[in-house]
């Protein structure tokens, strides 16, 4: 079935990085634009980036711009967030989502996983 | 960056009550608007897209309306099932802002 299998999350210190990685399954992972999602523990959800289904083209949410990568490998079906530069506030159940539509972007999330969970200690 | 107010942020409600959540965009959005479900523990699920368009197997209960600036989700009659958060999300323009949350809470 269509699914999605955040792995990666770990407790690690402040300046550290950490890769997250998304394994995908059940559909062309290569058509679909991908996200990121995270939600800090008591906060609600907040949108991180966004890849395309080739890769070619990313957006950042403000603040983990320049401290984090999204990437994709099509060949492995698998979608990863490099997070540098970690700080406190990057604490968070992070998600992984697909678009609802194909070769595009910005058409709502229809399938996530679980979440993976980073804590960042000071 | 565009910007999306949610209100209200917790909502005490009955089975069998009517419900209805707000967003708020600035500037406008047209009818890039997302709402989602979100249970502890577990992964968000997309209930309307488009502003106003069901998700497959999401149940008919579940409406929602809007264009422009301003949106509603609206539950028709609460069910046990539907206690959680819920969100709006712009995708008009990246980043897809998501708002502030409603969390439904029984009453």
């Known amino acids: 079935q269509v699914q999605l299998v955040e792995s990666g999350g770990d407790v690690v210190q402040s300046g550290r990085p950490l890769r997250l990685s998304c394994a995908a399954s059940?559909?062309?992972?290569?058509?679909?634009?991908m996200y990121w999602v995270r939600q800090a523990p008591g906060k609600g959800l907040q949108w991180v980036a966004v890849?395309?289904?080739?890769?070619?083209?990313?957006y950042y949410e403000d603040s983990v711009k320049g401290r984090f990568t999204i990437s994709r490998d099509n060949s492995k079906n698998t979608l990863y967030l490099q997070l540098n530069s970690l700080r406190p506030d990057d604490t968070a159940v992070y998600y992984c989502?697909?678009?609802?539509?194909?070769?595009?972007w910005g058409n709502g999330m229809d399938v996530w996983g679980r979440g993976t969970t980073v804590t960042v200690s000071s | 960056d565009i910007q999306v107010t949610q209100s209200p942020s917790s909502l005490s409600a009955s089975v069998g009550d009517r419900v209805t959540i707000t967003c708020r965009a600035s500037?406008?959005?047209?009818?890039?608007l997302n709402w989602y479900q979100h249970k502890p523990g577990t992964a968000p699920k997309l209930l309307i897209y488009?502003?106003?368009r069901l998700q497959a197997g999401v149940p008919s209960r579940f409406s929602a309306s809007g264009s422009g600036t301003d949106f509603t989700l609206t539950i028709s009659s609460l069910q046990p099932e539907d206690f959680a958060t819920y969100y709006c999300?712009?995708?008009?323009?990246?980043?897809?802002?998501f708002g502030q949350g409603t969390k439904l809470e029984i009453k």
């Open positions: 999300q712009q995708t008009y323009n990246p980043p897809h802002s």
């Open positions: 500037p406008s959005i047209t009818s890039s």
């Open positions: 890849i395309s289904y080739d890769g070619r083209n990313k």
């Open positions: 989502a697909r678009d609802r539509v194909g070769y595009v």
């Open positions: 488009d502003a106003s």
């Open positions: 059940g559909f062309t992972f290569s058509n679909y634009g």
